[in-house]
């Protein structure tokens, strides 16, 4: 199984900053990596596939990158609505797994 | 829109069973694999199975093989888990999720809004 490890497990960040979240994949998973926001009370949303590339609707301020093992979400200035947390997850292997999550936080 | 809505969680003792349903609309069900995605309360998510478009193909976690079982009825725009010998360790909001493909590989595009499974005698 492919272990997702994400850092840091929690991001305190001021709004307008930007926040930058890893991922790391203990074996390469390629670029088969997708990253979903979650609130609280809330299913997760669906940001990045691909490991670049946005879903539908999702604002430019989130980007993606790396391929391999090591991954990268960016949120170029953060928002209100932004602050939640954040999981990777590959889908290059089976079992498709996810990271522990990484809290945004409000600074 | 496409939507998918759960329902059938609810409280049972361990060893019981339950099944959960998962209603979709908005979108050509057939066409796309489906998948359910667990989250212990407090915890991170966990996929458990995923089914292709036509229900001939089949996956797994280890930690529900040989007590889960997925399925699906495209007459009803339906998907289903049926559990079996639940587990204190299965309590959890279980989700569907919408896959991009006809086939059981890639990422959730889509999701319900959960329904609470909760194991306890």
């Known amino acids: 199984e492919i272990v997702m490890t994400q850092s840091p497990a929690t991001l305190s960040v001021s709004p307008g900053e930007r926040g930058t979240l890893s991922c790391r994949a203990s074996q390469s998973v390629s670029t088969n990596l997708a990253w979903y926001q979650q609130k609280p009370g809330q299913a997760p949303r669906l940001l990045i596939y691909?490991?670049?590339t946005r879903a539908t609707g999702i604002p430019a301020r989130f980007s993606g990158s790396g391929s391999g093992t090591e991954f990268t979400l960016t949120i170029s200035s953060l928002r209100s609505e932004d602050f939640a947390v954040y999981y990777c997850?590959?889908?290059?292997?089976?079992?498709?797994?996810f990271g522990q999550g990484t809290k945004v936080e409000i600074k | 829109e496409v939507q998918v809505l759960e329902s059938g969680g609810g409280l049972v003792q361990p060893g019981g069973s339950l099944r959960l349903s998962c209603a979709a609309s908005?979108?050509?069900?057939?066409?796309?694999?489906m998948s359910w995605v667990r989250q212990a309360p407090g915890k991170g998510l966990e996929w458990v199975s995923g089914i292709d478009g036509s229900g001939g193909d089949t996956h797994y976690a280890d930690s529900v093989k040989g007590r889960f079982t997925i399925s699906r009825d495209s007459s009803k725009n339906t998907l289903y888990l049926l559990m079996n010998t639940l587990r204190a360790e299965d309590t959890a909001v279980y989700y569907c999720?919408?896959?991009?493909?006809?086939?059981?590989?890639?990422?959730?595009?889509?999701w319900g809004q959960g329904t609470l499974v909760t194991v306890s005698s």
């Open positions: 999720a919408k896959n991009p493909y006809p086939y059981c590989g890639g990422w959730f595009d889509s």
């Open positions: 691909g490991a670049s």
């Open positions: 908005g979108f050509t069900f057939s066409d796309y694999a």
């Open positions: 997850q590959q889908y290059n292997n089976w079992p498709k797994t």
